[in-house]
């Protein structure tokens, strides 16, 4: 059975760093492209990175320059990198894992952002 869980969301400044994690088990995360999205109530879920395999992870525009995403295969955990944050990035942060026809989904973790 596979699980994600995300952590290490948190209250932090505006203009701050913070890192979230994806968690795995039942699957190997380096094996398969990892997605992030954010949501904020009453609206839709939002692509923000893809991270491949292997090359260079894709973003979008709206967090491009500021996240970056590390894996660590060791631990089977993929690392969400946040940077110069603002206050509309504050929403919860989901990772998903595509395998097949299957797409796992961890509960996520809050980030607000406030100054």
């Known amino acids: 059975q596979v699980h994600l869980v995300e952590s290490g969301g948190s209250l932090v400044q505006t203009g701050g760093s913070l890192t979230i994690s994806c968690a795995a088990s039942g699957l190997t995360m380096s094996r398969y492209l990892v997605r992030w999205y954010r949501q904020v109530p009453d609206k839709a879920r939002e692509w923000i990175i893809t991270?491949?395999?292997?090359?260079?992870?894709a973003y979008a525009l709206s967090v491009k320059d500021r996240f970056s995403v590390r894996r660590d295969n060791v631990n089977n955990i993929v690392y969400l990198q946040m940077n110069s944050l603002k206050s509309e990035d504050t929403a919860m942060y989901y990772c998903n894992v595509a395998r097949g026809a299957e797409s796992y989904w961890g509960r996520g973790t809050q980030v607000t952002v406030s100054s």
């Open positions: 991270e491949p395999i292997s090359g260079a992870s």
